[in-house]
Protein backbone atom coordinates (compact mmCIF):
# COMPACT_ATOMS: atom_id res chain seq x y z
CA UNK A 1 0.00 0.00 0.00
CA UNK A 2 1.48 3.47 -1.08
CA UNK A 3 1.81 6.37 1.97
CA UNK A 4 -1.21 7.80 1.98
CA UNK A 5 -3.38 5.86 0.15
CA UNK A 6 -7.15 5.83 1.97
CA UNK A 7 -8.81 3.09 3.10
CA UNK A 8 -12.44 2.52 2.07
CA UNK A 9 -15.07 0.70 4.59
CA UNK A 10 -14.63 -2.62 2.85
CA UNK A 11 -11.05 -2.53 2.84
CA UNK A 12 -10.75 -1.80 6.39
CA UNK A 13 -13.39 -4.25 7.23
CA UNK A 14 -11.71 -7.11 5.65
CA UNK A 15 -8.59 -6.24 7.35
CA UNK A 16 -10.15 -6.66 10.91
CA UNK A 17 -11.87 -9.86 10.31
CA UNK A 18 -8.41 -11.02 8.48
CA UNK A 19 -6.21 -9.70 11.02
CA UNK A 20 -3.27 -11.35 9.52
CA UNK A 21 -2.29 -8.39 7.66
CA UNK A 22 1.78 -7.58 8.22
CA UNK A 23 2.23 -4.97 10.18
CA UNK A 24 3.25 -2.82 7.36
CA UNK A 25 -0.04 -3.54 5.40
CA UNK A 26 -1.34 0.48 6.69
CA UNK A 27 2.66 1.75 5.68
CA UNK A 28 2.67 5.59 6.12
CA UNK A 29 5.18 7.41 8.08
CA UNK A 30 7.28 4.33 6.73
CA UNK A 31 8.03 2.10 9.55
CA UNK A 32 11.57 1.82 9.61
CA UNK A 33 13.97 -0.34 11.45
CA UNK A 34 13.67 1.02 14.96
CA UNK A 35 16.37 1.88 17.18
CA UNK A 36 17.26 0.58 20.96
CA UNK A 37 15.05 3.45 22.63
CA UNK A 38 12.15 2.20 20.95
CA UNK A 39 12.81 -0.69 19.49
CA UNK A 40 9.77 -2.96 18.69
CA UNK A 41 7.54 -0.25 19.27
CA UNK A 42 4.60 -0.18 16.98
CA UNK A 43 2.26 2.79 16.73
CA UNK A 44 -0.95 3.64 15.09
CA UNK A 45 -2.61 6.96 14.16
CA UNK A 46 -5.73 7.39 12.63
CA UNK A 47 -6.81 10.65 11.31
CA UNK A 48 -10.07 12.56 11.85
CA UNK A 49 -12.04 14.37 9.04
CA UNK A 50 -9.81 16.24 6.81
CA UNK A 51 -7.29 13.84 6.79
CA UNK A 52 -3.65 14.55 6.26
CA UNK A 53 -2.29 16.94 4.27
CA UNK A 54 -5.23 19.24 5.90
CA UNK A 55 -2.74 21.90 7.03
CA UNK A 56 -4.11 21.88 10.19
CA UNK A 57 -4.68 19.18 12.91
CA UNK A 58 -4.40 16.26 11.29
CA UNK A 59 -1.26 17.49 10.23
CA UNK A 60 0.33 18.62 13.39
CA UNK A 61 -0.45 15.01 14.98
CA UNK A 62 1.34 13.60 12.36
CA UNK A 63 4.27 15.82 12.42
CA UNK A 64 4.78 14.31 15.92
CA UNK A 65 4.27 10.80 14.95
CA UNK A 66 7.02 11.18 12.45
CA UNK A 67 9.00 12.90 14.90
CA UNK A 68 8.52 10.34 17.24
CA UNK A 69 9.65 7.86 14.24
CA UNK A 70 13.27 9.67 14.42
CA UNK A 71 13.88 10.24 17.67
CA UNK A 72 12.15 7.18 19.30
CA UNK A 73 12.44 4.77 16.95
CA UNK A 74 8.76 3.70 16.89
CA UNK A 75 6.99 2.10 13.92
CA UNK A 76 4.45 3.93 13.06
CA UNK A 77 1.49 3.79 10.65
CA UNK A 78 -1.52 5.23 9.91
CA UNK A 79 -5.07 4.96 8.58
CA UNK A 80 -7.11 7.74 6.49
CA UNK A 81 -10.87 6.80 6.81
CA UNK A 82 -12.66 7.54 3.61
CA UNK A 83 -15.44 8.62 5.61
CA UNK A 84 -16.41 8.93 9.67
CA UNK A 85 -18.37 5.56 9.42
CA UNK A 86 -15.00 4.22 9.40
CA UNK A 87 -13.38 5.66 12.44
CA UNK A 88 -14.48 2.71 14.56
CA UNK A 89 -13.30 0.07 11.94
CA UNK A 90 -10.03 1.51 11.54
CA UNK A 91 -9.04 1.71 15.06
CA UNK A 92 -10.02 -2.04 15.61
CA UNK A 93 -8.00 -3.11 12.71
CA UNK A 94 -5.05 -1.13 14.52
CA UNK A 95 -5.84 -2.42 18.19
CA UNK A 96 -6.34 -6.09 16.76
CA UNK A 97 -2.62 -6.27 15.24
CA UNK A 98 -2.08 -5.39 19.06
CA UNK A 99 -0.35 -2.81 18.83
CA UNK A 100 1.76 -0.52 21.32
CA UNK A 101 -0.47 2.46 20.91
CA UNK A 102 -3.43 3.64 18.88
CA UNK A 103 -4.24 7.07 18.38
CA UNK A 104 -7.26 8.73 17.39
CA UNK A 105 -7.45 12.63 16.22
CA UNK A 106 -10.15 14.83 17.00
CA UNK A 107 -12.96 14.89 19.68
CA UNK A 108 -15.39 13.41 16.65
CA UNK A 109 -13.39 10.08 17.62
CA UNK A 110 -14.80 9.94 21.61
CA UNK A 111 -17.06 7.37 21.57
CA UNK A 112 -15.59 5.33 18.84
CA UNK A 113 -12.39 5.22 21.28
CA UNK A 114 -13.83 4.40 24.29
CA UNK A 115 -15.94 1.74 22.54
CA UNK A 116 -12.61 -0.09 21.19
CA UNK A 117 -10.49 0.58 24.10
CA UNK A 118 -12.86 -1.19 26.15
CA UNK A 119 -13.27 -4.27 24.06
CA UNK A 120 -9.16 -4.26 23.74
CA UNK A 121 -8.48 -3.46 27.41
CA UNK A 122 -4.75 -4.50 26.91
CA UNK A 123 -4.21 -1.94 24.53
CA UNK A 124 -3.10 1.42 24.64
CA UNK A 125 -4.42 4.07 23.39
CA UNK A 126 -5.02 7.59 23.00
CA UNK A 127 -7.73 10.10 22.12
CA UNK A 128 -6.39 13.50 20.32
CA UNK A 129 -9.33 16.00 22.12
CA UNK A 130 -10.98 13.17 23.51
CA UNK A 131 -13.79 13.89 25.21
CA UNK A 132 -15.26 11.46 27.90
CA UNK A 133 -18.36 9.97 28.03
CA UNK A 134 -20.69 8.97 30.79
CA UNK A 135 -18.68 6.30 31.75
CA UNK A 136 -15.61 8.18 31.86
CA UNK A 137 -11.91 7.53 30.57
CA UNK A 138 -10.84 3.89 29.92
CA UNK A 139 -8.32 3.02 31.99
CA UNK A 140 -6.17 2.26 29.00
CA UNK A 141 -7.37 5.60 27.61
CA UNK A 142 -4.76 8.93 27.57
CA UNK A 143 -6.88 11.65 26.72
CA UNK A 144 -5.31 14.46 25.21
CA UNK A 145 -7.04 17.75 26.21
CA UNK A 146 -5.95 21.33 25.28
CA UNK A 147 -6.81 24.64 26.90
CA UNK A 148 -7.70 26.27 23.41
CA UNK A 149 -9.53 28.95 25.30
CA UNK A 150 -5.82 30.46 26.36
CA UNK A 151 -4.66 30.10 22.72
CA UNK A 152 -7.99 31.64 21.20
CA UNK A 153 -7.45 34.42 23.96
CA UNK A 154 -3.92 35.54 22.43
CA UNK A 155 -5.22 36.01 19.01
CA UNK A 156 -8.11 37.20 20.03
CA UNK A 157 -6.50 40.25 21.85
CA UNK A 158 -4.49 40.30 18.62
CA UNK A 159 -7.78 40.95 16.56
CA UNK A 160 -8.37 43.35 18.94
CA UNK A 161 -5.19 45.57 19.18
CA UNK A 162 -5.25 44.87 14.80
CA UNK A 163 -8.73 45.98 14.08
CA UNK A 164 -9.33 49.18 13.01
CA UNK A 165 -13.08 49.00 12.45
CA UNK A 166 -13.67 47.75 15.94
CA UNK A 167 -15.64 44.95 14.30
CA UNK A 168 -14.11 41.29 14.35
CA UNK A 169 -15.62 37.97 13.27
CA UNK A 170 -15.32 34.17 14.58
CA UNK A 171 -16.45 31.29 12.25
CA UNK A 172 -16.60 28.05 13.97
CA UNK A 173 -17.19 24.71 12.74
CA UNK A 174 -19.42 22.19 14.03
CA UNK A 175 -21.32 23.76 17.23
CA UNK A 176 -20.48 22.19 20.40
CA UNK A 177 -18.64 22.23 23.54
CA UNK A 178 -15.28 22.28 21.93
CA UNK A 179 -15.94 24.80 19.40
CA UNK A 180 -17.26 26.95 21.79
CA UNK A 181 -13.86 27.16 23.55
CA UNK A 182 -12.03 28.59 20.83
CA UNK A 183 -15.26 31.33 20.83
CA UNK A 184 -15.36 31.96 24.52
CA UNK A 185 -11.29 32.60 24.68
CA UNK A 186 -11.20 34.83 21.72
CA UNK A 187 -14.47 37.02 22.83
CA UNK A 188 -11.98 37.81 26.01
CA UNK A 189 -8.90 38.61 24.59
CA UNK A 190 -11.08 40.61 21.63
CA UNK A 191 -12.36 42.37 25.08
CA UNK A 192 -9.07 42.37 26.88
CA UNK A 193 -7.05 44.00 23.74
CA UNK A 194 -10.61 46.35 22.61
CA UNK A 195 -13.28 46.22 25.29
CA UNK A 196 -15.02 48.24 22.45
CA UNK A 197 -14.96 46.02 20.00
CA UNK A 198 -17.74 44.37 18.31
CA UNK A 199 -17.74 40.14 17.62
CA UNK A 200 -19.94 38.98 15.09
CA UNK A 201 -19.32 35.02 15.90
CA UNK A 202 -21.55 32.33 13.11
CA UNK A 203 -21.03 28.43 12.94
CA UNK A 204 -21.40 26.10 9.57
CA UNK A 205 -23.16 23.56 11.14
CA UNK A 206 -23.94 20.95 13.47
CA UNK A 207 -22.49 17.96 12.11
CA UNK A 208 -18.95 16.35 11.36
CA UNK A 209 -19.23 18.23 7.53
CA UNK A 210 -19.17 21.56 8.83
CA UNK A 211 -15.44 21.05 9.09
CA UNK A 212 -14.92 20.67 5.63
CA UNK A 213 -17.12 23.01 3.94
CA UNK A 214 -14.96 25.91 2.42
CA UNK A 215 -17.88 27.38 0.65
CA UNK A 216 -20.08 27.81 4.02
CA UNK A 217 -16.78 29.02 5.41
CA UNK A 218 -16.43 31.62 3.00
CA UNK A 219 -20.30 33.05 3.23
CA UNK A 220 -19.81 33.04 6.65
CA UNK A 221 -16.66 35.53 6.54
CA UNK A 222 -18.44 37.76 3.78
CA UNK A 223 -21.00 38.41 5.77
CA UNK A 224 -18.97 39.61 8.59
CA UNK A 225 -16.86 41.44 6.85
CA UNK A 226 -19.88 43.26 5.56
CA UNK A 227 -21.49 43.87 9.30
CA UNK A 228 -17.97 45.82 9.27
CA UNK A 229 -15.53 42.67 10.45
CA UNK A 230 -12.02 43.53 9.58
CA UNK A 231 -10.45 40.61 11.52
CA UNK A 232 -11.31 37.04 10.97
CA UNK A 233 -10.41 34.12 13.48
CA UNK A 234 -11.68 30.58 12.35
CA UNK A 235 -11.90 27.03 14.17
CA UNK A 236 -13.25 25.07 11.17
CA UNK A 237 -11.01 23.04 9.86
CA UNK A 238 -11.06 23.25 6.00
CA UNK A 239 -13.80 25.33 5.61
CA UNK A 240 -11.72 27.64 7.19
CA UNK A 241 -9.66 27.83 3.67
CA UNK A 242 -12.91 29.76 2.50
CA UNK A 243 -12.63 32.36 5.72
CA UNK A 244 -8.99 32.99 3.81
CA UNK A 245 -10.49 33.69 0.64
CA UNK A 246 -13.17 35.98 1.64
CA UNK A 247 -10.62 38.52 3.84
CA UNK A 248 -7.84 37.82 0.98
CA UNK A 249 -10.94 39.45 -1.31
CA UNK A 250 -11.95 41.72 0.73
CA UNK A 251 -8.32 43.09 1.89
CA UNK A 252 -9.09 41.77 5.21
CA UNK A 253 -7.10 39.98 7.71
CA UNK A 254 -7.63 36.52 8.64
CA UNK A 255 -6.17 34.13 11.84
CA UNK A 256 -5.57 30.56 11.26
CA UNK A 257 -6.44 27.82 13.55
CA UNK A 258 -4.21 24.57 15.06
CA UNK A 259 -1.01 24.82 12.88
CA UNK A 260 0.81 27.82 11.28
CA UNK A 261 -1.93 28.47 8.05
CA UNK A 262 0.12 31.26 6.64
CA UNK A 263 0.97 29.59 3.71
CA UNK A 264 -2.81 28.83 3.08
CA UNK A 265 -3.21 32.51 1.92
CA UNK A 266 0.43 34.95 2.69
CA UNK A 267 -0.55 38.34 3.47
CA UNK A 268 -4.11 37.61 4.78
CA UNK A 269 -3.13 34.97 7.44
CA UNK A 270 -1.77 37.50 10.07
CA UNK A 271 -1.03 35.05 12.89
CA UNK A 272 -2.39 31.44 13.88
CA UNK A 273 -3.51 29.92 17.01
CA UNK A 274 -1.71 26.68 17.36
CA UNK A 275 -3.06 23.43 19.14
CA UNK A 276 0.36 21.76 19.33
CA UNK A 277 -1.52 18.11 19.09
CA UNK A 278 2.78 17.30 17.82
CA UNK A 279 3.45 17.78 21.25
CA UNK A 280 0.95 15.94 23.43
CA UNK A 281 1.39 13.09 20.38
CA UNK A 282 5.03 12.80 20.86
CA UNK A 283 4.97 12.88 24.29
CA UNK A 284 2.47 10.02 24.85
CA UNK A 285 4.52 8.03 22.64
CA UNK A 286 7.68 8.79 24.32
CA UNK A 287 5.79 7.82 27.95
CA UNK A 288 4.56 4.38 26.21
CA UNK A 289 8.82 4.04 25.03
CA UNK A 290 9.74 4.74 28.33
CA UNK A 291 7.32 2.57 29.93
CA UNK A 292 5.82 5.61 31.78
CA UNK A 293 2.08 5.76 30.09
CA UNK A 294 -1.32 6.12 32.58
CA UNK A 295 -4.60 6.43 31.37
CA UNK A 296 -6.50 9.40 31.92
CA UNK A 297 -6.96 13.18 30.97
CA UNK A 298 -3.74 15.15 29.72
CA UNK A 299 -4.06 18.47 29.70
CA UNK A 300 -2.32 21.20 27.22
CA UNK A 301 -2.11 24.56 27.98
CA UNK A 302 0.16 28.00 27.50
CA UNK A 303 2.29 27.00 30.73
CA UNK A 304 2.78 23.68 28.82
CA UNK A 305 3.83 25.03 25.17
CA UNK A 306 0.32 23.22 24.30
CA UNK A 307 -1.14 26.09 22.78
CA UNK A 308 0.35 28.94 21.11
CA UNK A 309 0.15 31.69 18.47
CA UNK A 310 2.60 32.31 15.31
CA UNK A 311 4.41 35.53 16.69
CA UNK A 312 7.87 34.84 15.55
CA UNK A 313 9.60 34.89 12.10
CA UNK A 314 8.48 36.04 8.36
CA UNK A 315 5.00 34.63 8.68
CA UNK A 316 4.63 37.01 11.66
CA UNK A 317 5.83 40.25 9.58
CA UNK A 318 2.54 41.71 9.45
CA UNK A 319 2.07 42.01 13.42
CA UNK A 320 3.76 45.30 14.47
CA UNK A 321 6.08 45.01 17.85
CA UNK A 322 4.02 46.92 19.75
CA UNK A 323 1.28 44.76 19.46
CA UNK A 324 3.39 41.57 20.03
CA UNK A 325 4.64 42.94 23.28
CA UNK A 326 0.99 44.16 24.67
CA UNK A 327 -0.06 40.31 23.53
CA UNK A 328 2.94 38.72 25.21
CA UNK A 329 2.07 40.74 28.68
CA UNK A 330 -0.93 39.04 28.18
CA UNK A 331 0.42 35.63 27.77
CA UNK A 332 2.30 36.15 30.71
CA UNK A 333 -0.70 36.63 32.89
CA UNK A 334 -2.27 34.01 31.84
CA UNK A 335 0.60 31.90 33.05
CA UNK A 336 0.90 33.36 36.22
CA UNK A 337 -3.10 33.06 36.94
CA UNK A 338 -3.34 36.67 36.99
CA UNK A 339 -5.73 36.15 34.09
CA UNK A 340 -8.39 33.14 33.92
CA UNK A 341 -9.75 32.62 30.83
CA UNK A 342 -13.39 31.72 30.21
CA UNK A 343 -13.63 28.27 28.38
CA UNK A 344 -17.74 29.10 27.56
Same mark, same amino acid.
Not at 31 to 51: C, E, P, Q, S
Not at 134 to 149: D, I, S
Given at each position: ?????????????????????????????????????????????????????????? /?????????????????????? $? #? #????????????? &??????? @??? %???????????????????????????? !???? +????????????? %???????????????????????????? @???????? @???? #????????????????? !?????? !????????????? &????? @???????????????????????? %??????????? %????? #???????????????????????????????????????????????? +? /???????????? /????????? $???
Amino acid at each position: MPPGARWTLALVVLAVVATFLPARAAEGVGARAATAHGGGVRIGLVFDVGGRGDKSFN /DAAFLGMSRAERELGVEASYLE $P #S #STEDREAALRLFA &ARGLDLV @IGV %GFIFSSDIDAVARAYPDVRFAGVDYFAG !PNGV +PPNVAALAFREEE %GSFLVGALAGFMSKSKHVGFVGGMTGPL @IRKFEAGY @IAGV #SAGCPDCVVHAAYAGTT !PDAFRD !PAKGKALANAQIA &AGSDV @IYHASGATGHGVFEAAADAKKLAI %GVDADQYDEMP %GTVVS #SMIKRADVAVFDTIRDVVEGRFTGGTKVFGLADDGVDYVHDGPHAAGI +P /DDVKRRVEALRA /DVVAGRVIV $PSR
